[in-house]
């Protein structure tokens, strides 16, 4: 009963990995963070990026999950929330988001300032920031590119949480500056038309698509993340 209370206490954007390493979903994360690395054989995937067609997706509960699972193993990584029109990273982790990835950019913070610590061993944590009134300039702009460029020699792994693509053409310019690209679909929601065309604009945009993250696919109790190579 004591366990059950803490992790409703503690998981409070479902960081199942943080709270309960142990579970099988976990697992399924360790999973994912395998095939990345299988997936970077000639070419070290540093940068990755999670997206979705639609939103409701599970696109930022899984970039956090493979941000803490991809800690648990040692690497140094900074979880960006990229998502510059409802970001959720802050309340993920619990820190304010007061500097962030817009006052980075148009600096008015430098990465010390806006780049966080979490409790999570090895996991930094670079918010959002105050929210723009024109993300897709912001991130396409010549800053956010030499900001990628120097977060990867301070880090080992850089994942971006982004908006869904059907949405904003935020992804497809992030997408651009990456090694790699997650696509999330949530099993028995996506449209399969949708997931199609999430694809195709990956694709128009030169992406490097890693691979689907097929979340709510419930096979096996507790076992609720697939991952299948592209």
Do not use: C, W
């Not at 309340?91 to 988001?97: E, I």
């Not at 053409?169 to 099993?187: H, M, R």
Request: aromatic letters at 6%.
């Amino acid at each position: 009963m004591a366990r059950k209370q803490q992790l409703k206490e503690n998981n409070k954007r479902s960081l199942i990995t943080q709270v309960d390493p142990k579970s099988p979903v976990s697992e399924q994360y360790r999973t994912i963070r395998t095939n990345i690395e299988f997936a970077s054989i000639d070419k070290k995937v540093k940068t990755i990026l999670v997206t979705s067609a639609g939103p409701g997706e599970g696109k930022s509960t899984t970039a956090a999950n493979l941000a803490v699972v991809m800690a648990q193993q040692g690497n140094k990584v900074l979880l960006v929330d990229a998502d510059l029109r409802k970001p959720t990273a802050h309340y993920t982790f619990g820190v304010p988001n007061i500097a962030g990835l817009t006052s980075l950019i148009t600096k008015q913070h430098t990465e010390e300032e806006a780049i966080q610590v979490t409790k999570i061993n090895n996991l930094f944590l670079l918010p959002s920031g105050p929210i723009p009134p024109n993300p897709a300039e912001l991130l396409s702009s010549r800053a956010m590119s030499l900001f990628l460029e120097n977060v990867k020699t301070t880090f080992d792994v850089v994942i971006l949480d982004s908006p869904p693509l059907m949405a904003v053409t935020d992804p497809q310019i992030i997408s651009n500056y990456t090694d790699g690209t997650i696509l999330v679909v949530s099993s028995g929601k996506t449209d399969q038309e949708q997931v199609v065309k999430a694809k195709d604009l990956l694709i128009a945009a030169k992406a490097k698509i890693l691979g689907v993250v097929l979340n709510g696919k419930e096979q096996k109790e507790g076992q609720n993340y697939y991952y299948y190579g592209q």
